[in-house]
């Protein structure tokens, strides 16, 4: 299990913008994909975006397009700026990573991914 370190959650009012970060903890640079998945209370996880390392290539779900924006940096750091926060962008985030190359990159369901940060909540609240 490799552990990543999530930060940036917090409150913002609603249309402001929060950038959330994660990186692996070790191997840094060498994770195939990182995914950002959501959940509320009384809901499921869901998937908001991810990322795929090699090529930059990214997912959003249609929820978050337009308005969230993914990256990563060379030292392995994946980023997530989410801008226009609405009401029912508010819950944990949850930063997700897979270390396999023949992985499912798109972040679509918990289980293709392996390794988990601690969750960061972001509220939206006037």
């Known amino acids: 299990q490799v552990q990543l370190v999530e930060s940036g959650g917090g409150q913002v009012q609603p249309g402001g913008s929060l950038t959330l970060s994660c990186a692996p903890a070790e191997y840094t640079a060498d994770w195939y994909a990182i995914a950002w998945f959501r959940q509320a209370p009384g809901k499921e996880r869901e998937g908001v975006s991810s990322?795929?390392?090699?090529?930059?290539?990214t997912y959003y779900a249609d929820s978050v397009k337009g308005r969230f924006t993914i990256s990563r940096d060379s030292a392995g750091t994946a980023y997530l700026q989410m801008r226009n926060l609405k009401p029912d962008d508010p819950a944990v985030y949850y930063c997700?990573?897979?270390?396999?190359?023949?992985?499912?990159?798109?972040?679509?369901?918990?289980?293709?991914?392996?390794?988990w940060g601690q969750g960061t909540q972001v509220t939206v609240s006037a």
């Open positions: 990322i795929r390392n090699g090529d930059g290539s």
């Open positions: 997700a990573a897979d270390f396999d190359p023949f992985g499912t990159w798109y972040a679509e369901s918990p289980l293709d991914f392996d390794h």
